[in-house]
């Protein structure tokens, strides 16, 4: 990237940051950072941007609240050498993600189910009962889905790049689209990865494409997944070591941030108390900016405004074993009740995944935005306590070997705001008062699309 002609100048005359002159009064020389780039949040995308800013030569800090890097991708390791990537399992299979893992000098093969083997059981009664109505296949239910949804194709990147007059079938419920294309075949599959949207037959079809749709069809179809072989944390592992620890903050929280259009400063705390200040030439925000999450930002109107109308789903992910299911089989959460498809409502646990490890099983609970997680605890123990009850599976208290939060999951806005251009006024916030976001509220939340569009915001910032 080349330097514009703003920053030229600005390498010989001192950033005007938006904190007072003496912002920097009780902070020593080695507690003042500057970087190029400020990074906050070290998921996928916030992981992804430190690596390929430091490939380009570029300055970073990388602020993350949690110990590790990664986000979403959890791995649980075995003392017997297996693991289970409980979190992000894998990987579309295309350029962008195995140049990013020759990158980090990742190995990875294919992301195989640990079983295709699957047993319907209604885990509000405990009892099994018969498939649901999603009678074709993964390949043909998946091609089928994306003849109905390729008018669409503004959509295909995974940003919400809407026109201006949004289409009103994209604003209503997905069961309408499902009976306009007879899409009942294919609920199996639009399910299995729009689960995150909750309730999807009474969501908005916008918000099931985003989570399912055209790139995410034609990951399936053309190439399906990988992995990296000693999972998932190995790819964050080996991008800790490519930023250079120095470069990531963990444990860190913000206090304060200012911002103006040449640069920003903020304040930040360390996990042992310590507090400091860093500058930098740009910002990049990559976990959904609520105003919670927010806090301390000087934001402006046009901002809060924005960031004050998300909902959000809560989302969980765990690793179960003594559960006294047998190996070898997936669990599906089959609701005859609710038509097309016997879809599970909210809260559901998905389904209960076998893993591959004998013993173990993933699940993966959506809820509503007030579920905590004891909530979520709690409904994997009393789904498998019903199935005991009524001998479906002679069923043990189980044990929650590993348990991640992925919430705010699913952020969405009313039909009325997305009517009045609220992704367009979104967007436009990029580059404002030295800012930028990616993640996904911007782009659909599945990391290979994820890391497409971060590489588009980092080319916006012309460093």
């Known amino acids: 990237m080349h330097l514009s002609q703003g920053w030229r100048l600005a390498s010989v005359i001192p950033l005007a940051f938006a904190v007072s002159a003496d912002s920097t009064t009780g902070f020593s020389a080695e507690n003042i950072i500057t970087r190029d780039v400020c990074i906050l949040g070290g998921g996928a995308t916030g992981t992804y941007a430190a690596v390929q800013l430091r490939e380009q030569g570029?300055?970073?800090?990388?602020?993350?609240?949690?110990?590790?890097?990664?986000?979403?991708?959890?791995?649980?390791?075995?003392?017997?050498?297996?693991?289970?990537?409980?979190?992000?399992?894998?990987?579309?299979?295309?350029?962008i993600t195995k140049n990013f893992f020759d990158q980090l000098d990742v190995n990875y093969e294919a992301l195989l189910p640990g079983s295709i083997l699957i047993e319907n059981v209604n885990f509000n009664t405990g009892k099994r009962v018969l498939p649901g109505?999603?009678?074709?296949?993964?390949?043909?239910?998946?091609?089928?889905?994306?003849?109905?949804?390729e008018q669409f194709d503004y959509l295909a990147s995974g940003a919400y790049y809407l026109p201006d007059e949004v289409p009103e079938v994209l604003l209503r419920p997905f069961r309408e689209f499902v009976d306009t294309h007879a899409l009942q075949g294919a609920m199996d599959v639009i399910f299995m990865f729009a689960e995150n949207v909750g309730d999807i037959l009474n969501a908005p079809l916008l918000y099931v494409i985003q989570n399912f749709g055209i790139t995410h069809i034609d990951a399936l179809l053309e190439g399906g997944y990988i992995r990296?072989?000693?999972?998932?944390?190995?790819?964050?592992?080996?991008?800790?070591?490519?930023?250079?620890?120095?470069?990531?903050?963990?444990?860190?929280?913000?206090?304060?941030?200012?911002?103006?259009?040449?640069?920003?400063?903020?304040?930040?705390?360390?996990?042992?108390?310590?507090?400091?200040?860093?500058?930098?030439?740009?910002?990049?925000?990559?976990?959904?900016?609520?105003?919670?999450?927010?806090?301390?930002?000087?934001?402006?109107?046009?901002?809060?405004?924005?960031?004050?109308?998300?909902?959000?789903?809560?989302?969980?992910?765990?690793?179960?074993?003594?559960?006294?299911?047998?190996?070898?089989?997936?669990?599906?959460n089959t609701n005859p009740e609710n038509q097309p498809g016997s879809l599970p409502l909210p809260p559901f646990q998905w389904q209960l995944e076998y893993s591959g490890v004998p013993g173990y099983f993933m699940t993966k609970i959506v809820a509503e935005g007030n579920f905590t997680a004891e909530d979520a605890k709690a409904l994997i123990v009393s789904d498998l306590k019903r199935?005991?009850?009524?001998?479906?599976?002679?069923?043990?208290?189980?044990?929650?070997?590993?348990?991640?939060?992925?919430?705010?999951?699913?952020?969405?806005?009313?039909?009325?705001?997305?009517?009045?251009?609220?992704?367009?006024?979104?967007?436009?916030?990029?580059?404002?008062?030295?800012?930028?976001?990616?993640?996904?509220t911007f782009c659909t939340d599945y990391s290979t699309p994820l890391w497409n569009y971060t590489g588009s915001v980092l080319d916006m910032m012309d460093l």
Not at 62 to 76: C, N, Q, S, V
Not at 404 to 423: N, Q, R, W
């Open 387 to 440: 199935m005991n009850q009524t001998g479906t599976f002679s069923t043990k208290e189980p044990e929650i070997a590993a348990f991640a939060s992925h919430s705010p999951e699913t952020l969405i806005v009313s039909t009325g705001d997305i009517k009045d251009g609220f992704y367009r006024k979104l967007y436009a916030l990029q580059g404002q008062q030295s800012t930028y976001y990616t993640g996904y």
């Open 228 to 332: 990296p072989k000693n999972g998932t944390n190995e790819l964050f592992s080996k991008a800790a070591k490519y930023i250079d620890e120095q470069n990531i903050f963990y444990g860190t929280t913000v206090s304060q941030v200012k911002r103006n259009s040449s640069g920003v400063e903020m304040v930040v705390q360390i996990a042992d108390g310590t507090r400091k200040l860093i500058k930098a030439k740009k910002l990049l925000v990559t976990f959904p900016p609520t105003l919670s999450a927010l806090s301390g930002f000087d934001l402006r109107t046009e901002e809060s405004s924005l960031f004050s109308k998300w909902n959000h789903k809560n989302y969980y992910a765990a690793a179960i074993t003594n559960t006294g299911l047998p190996d070898g089989v997936n669990i599906a």
């Open 133 to 149: 109505n999603g009678i074709l296949g993964t390949v043909a239910g998946a091609a089928l889905y994306r003849a109905a949804i």
């Open 58 to 95: 570029h300055s970073v800090a990388l602020i993350e609240k949690k110990d590790r890097l990664g986000g979403h991708a959890e791995t649980l390791y075995l003392d017997n050498g297996e693991y289970v990537n409980y979190g992000v399992e894998g990987y579309f299979n295309n350029d």
